[in-house]
């Protein structure tokens, strides 16, 4: 079972019989055989290949589960890959508040159902008002774009009801004719649903506007209805993230077990609320300085420039925890080459969600809080007219000046570090669901996520979980019943592989004698250290059908490390540092897992 997606069907497979071929273990097979199984997962299909173990007839399938994965190859891969992470990382906020379901006896707690109902709103109001709205502000601005370049016009204080019918109407008559031919995906027909509801009703006061000789609106009016919206909607994003901050001492404390995933919960949070404020508004910057001429630019700055007054701090909060990402990943670096290929026994940090990040989101958001309410005293306190914050204004204004500068650079560092976004996304989809700010209808995004029951929820891992059950069936089908299963499964499979196993122990089947290798495996790393009210710790009890467990880790893996401390059931081996990849095409770990294939009295075969 292979591990991060973006695989070709029949490679690891391939590899691995390549890999044995060359240690002299079995004989070369390029042969492998392709089956079908007849199950409801339309377009499953397996390799396997017959061959022996020094003189043990063994069959040999590779489970592929990359179809089903989100990360995607070819033109512009990568920056589709962070966007889809940045869109399913959602659903590790449902998972860090949900429901525990350790134990014989799930349980959930009204507390935490409350706090995932309001951020699910959070979420579904970014996802759709809140870029329905910005899609078309950005028609109307459109509008007096082309009126700028052909009257010479820049006054925003001139009536707009004529240019605006003209502008919102096109934008209908396109938006209809895509919609009708079918080039939107689910969301982006939402998307462009919700964004003609908004240009309706925009049309319908711009047309009265018009043939009401006592009304009209300017375009500076049009623009502050906008605003206003705008500011309202991301008001209760803000205030929702702002009631996660506040309940975070009596959840950790009540949940203590639970703290690094609801630190991680509000992280979470805090970043998707500021990447989609930073990005749509430095999108703006971008769009206003591509179709207006200087002077133009600067008066509409000007008109907005409260409402972007701290974008410096958005800029700051993602920068800090870039740089912490960054510095993990420097000193894994720095690590990995003293170590020089050998197992020191040295501390390598941690690069899927460093221990370090939910903590600068904390203290970022109680920064930004404070800086924030210190600049609008004035409001409150006459004193505090003369408080002077330059070191907010000035660095927005370089922000302003540099906007396409800054997007084009966060974009190569995406480039240069999409490796481990890859990873992230086929761990976040391991948590994907079909809920939330996946919804179109509010009430059912919220409902959803209140009554949020992880299992029932993911669109993957039942899947998978049914098709590796397929796969097992098939074989013991063709072969009339097998006396021994290995599975071998690295990274991510092995989070399908213990889930099958769990199921199967769950359903009382029985078949045969059944072993289990992980490579590399996130299970306690990631899953259990941050979720342990879905994952048990590793244990013998935790799959006791299962007659051995072998875990073989590289010392410097990023995301799997060892699962127990030795003694509790589970056969640790340890590998040199050669990162999180190349399991299967090792020459090293490939032997030691023939090694543990073959049985104890066979073992001179291949030692």
């Known amino acids: ?66 179809d089903r994965s989100r990360i995607s190859g070819g033109f512009l891969s990568i920056l589709r890959n ?15 508040l949900g429901p525990n379901t350790v134990g014989d006896r799930p349980r959930d707690y009204f507390i935490l159902r409350c706090l995932r109902a309001i951020l699910a709103l959070t979420l579904w109001i970014i996802y759709f008002p809140i870029i329905a709205v910005n899609v078309v502000y950005a028609i109307l601005v459109g509008g007096f774009a082309l009126q700028v370049r052909y009257t010479a016009n820049v006054d925003l204080t001139i009536v707009a009801d004529q240019t605006v019918v003209l502008s919102v ?34 049309l319908a006061l711009s047309a009265y506007n018009l043939y009401s000789p006592d009304t009209s609106l300017t375009f500076r009016q049009y623009s502050k209805i906008f605003q206003d919206g705008l500011n309202f909607l991301w008001l209760i994003a803000i ?63 000007g008109d907005i420039g409260g409402p972007i007054r701290f974008l410096s701090l958005l800029w700051f909060d993602i920068a800090v925890i870039g740089i912490a990402l960054l510095t993990s990943l420097a000193q894994h670096i ?30 970022l958001a109680v920064f930004g809080l404070a800086i924030i309410s210190a600049c609008n005293c004035s409001f409150i306190f006459s004193e505090c007219a003369n408080l002077q914050c330059h070191f907010v204004d000035k660095p927005t204004e370089w922000i302003i000046a540099n906007a396409a500068t800054l997007l084009a650079g966060g974009g190569l560092i995406i480039q240069f570090t999409h490796s481990g976004f890859e990873v992230a996304l086929d761990i976040v989809s391991y948590f994907r669901s079909d809920r939330g700010h996946r919804r179109i209808n509010p009430f059912s995004a919220v409902g959803s996520v209140f009554n949020y029951q992880p299992e029932g929820a993911s669109e993957f891992r039942p899947r998978l979980r049914a098709r590796l059950d397929a796969l097992v069936s098939d074989l013991n089908q063709h072969y009339d019943f097998f006396n021994r299963i290995v599975l071998v499964a690295h990274s991510l499979g092995s989070l399908i592989a213990i889930d099958l196993l769990k199921d199967l122990q769950s359903r009382g089947v029985k078949i045969g004698r059944l072993d289990l290798i992980t490579l590399g495996s996130p299970y306690t790393e990631i899953c259990n250290y941050y979720f342990p009210h ?60 023939a090694r543990h294939i073959v049985e104890p009295q066979q073992s001179d075969l291949i030692a």
């Open 82 to 96: 962070f966007l889809r992470l940045i869109v399913d990382v959602p659903d590790i906020i449902y998972a860090c």
């Open 334 to 363: 720095r690590r990995t080459r003293a170590a020089g290929g050998q197992i020191t026994g040295m501390r390598y940090p941690r690069l899927i969600v460093p221990a370090s990040v939910p903590g600068l989101a904390l203290i």
């Open 169 to 202: 109407s096109l934008a209908i008559f396109v938006i209809f004719i895509l919609l009708r031919l079918h080039v939107f995906n689910k969301y982006f027909q939402a998307l462009a649903i919700n964004s003609i509801i908004i240009l309706v009703s925009v």
């Open 534 to 593: 879905m994952f048990a710790a590793v244990s013998a009890q935790l799959l006791p059908n299962v007659t051995k467990w072998s875990n073989i880790y590289s010392e410097n893996d990023y995301v799997g490390t060892a699962l127990t401390d030795g003694k509790s059931g589970v056969f640790e081996v340890v590998r040199p540092p050669v990162g999180h990849v190349h399991y299967l095409d090792d020459d090293d770990v490939v032997g030691e897992i």
């Open 239 to 301: 205030v929702v993230s702002l009631i996660y901050l506040l309940m975070l001492p009596i959840l950790i404390l009540f949940f203590w077990g639970r703290r690094r995933g609801i630190l991680l919960g509000f992280a979470t949070t805090f970043l998707v609320i500021r990447f989609w404020l930073l990005l749509i508004t430095t999108i703006w910057l971008v769009f206003l300085t591509s179709i207006f001429d200087q002077a133009t630019y600067s008066k509409l700055i």
């Open 1 to 66: 079972m292979h591990g991060v997606g973006d695989q070709r069907q029949r490679v690891t497979i391939h590899e691995f019989l390549r890999s044995l071929a060359r240690l002299k273990l079995a004989l070369p097979s390029e042969q492998q055989t392709l089956r079908e199984p007849g199950t409801a997962d339309e377009g499953f299909s397996y390799f396997f290949a017959d061959s022996k173990l020094g003189k043990m007839p063994v069959t040999f399938a590779e489970f592929f589960w990359a």
